[in-house]
């Protein structure tokens, strides 16, 4: 499969054309590329839009490539593909292959309780919640499950005020 959908993550990373620190320090670039021709990015990097959306689509295939190999015989549909695809995307292989969300994928794709194994990726280092992530996996949810982000966020209070306080409801 290859993600249908890019939006989700493109909304949330937002494109930066200098480096920047993402908010565990490392130093990302684009639409959250942390190496660039090859290197880790450094804080005085700079690209153009171009070289950001070039890098994108580079990365978006290799992204397909480690989720396919991931979810082996597992069977998704194109939404949920799409919502697994920007968790990995944000948090990364290593995060995504020891958590217990892809071992509930894996043995049922339909099982009620994967929406909570977003949720559990909402802090920063294991102990701040963040309301970007707090956002990002209300906006997971809400593709996993094919609904609204509002109807998301009547079940997860924290959700519910990070999208009034944002304006977002």
């Known amino acids: 499969m290859k993600i249908a959908d890019s939006s989700l993550t493109k909304s949330e990373e937002q494109c930066r054309l ?4 993402d908010n565990k320090g ?74 217990t969300l892809l071992k509930k994928i894996k043995a049922d794709p339909n099982d009620i309780t994967i929406p909570n194994e977003f949720m559990k990726w909402i802090y920063s280092g294991g102990r701040v919640p963040v309301e970007g992530l707090i956002r990002r996996r209300g906006k997971e949810i ?19 005020e990070v999208m009034t306080k944002q304006h977002i409801a």
Request: charged share 25%; proline share 3%; aromatic share 12%.
């Open 142 to 160: 809400a593709l996993w499950l094919g609904v609204t982000l509002d109807e998301v966020a009547t079940r997860w209070t924290a959700l519910k």
């Open 26 to 99: 490392t130093p990302t670039i684009g639409w959250g590329s942390i190496y660039l021709n090859g290197r880790r990015v450094v804080l005085e990097d700079v690209i153009t839009q171009e070289q950001a959306d070039q890098m994108f689509e580079t990365e978006a295939n290799e992204f397909d490539a480690q989720l396919n190999k991931i979810l082996g015989d597992t069977v998704l549909p194109q939404n949920k593909y799409d919502a697994l695809w920007d968790f990995l995307f944000n948090e990364g292989e290593v995060h995504l292959m020891e958590s």
């Open 18 to 21: 200098a480096a920047y620190p």
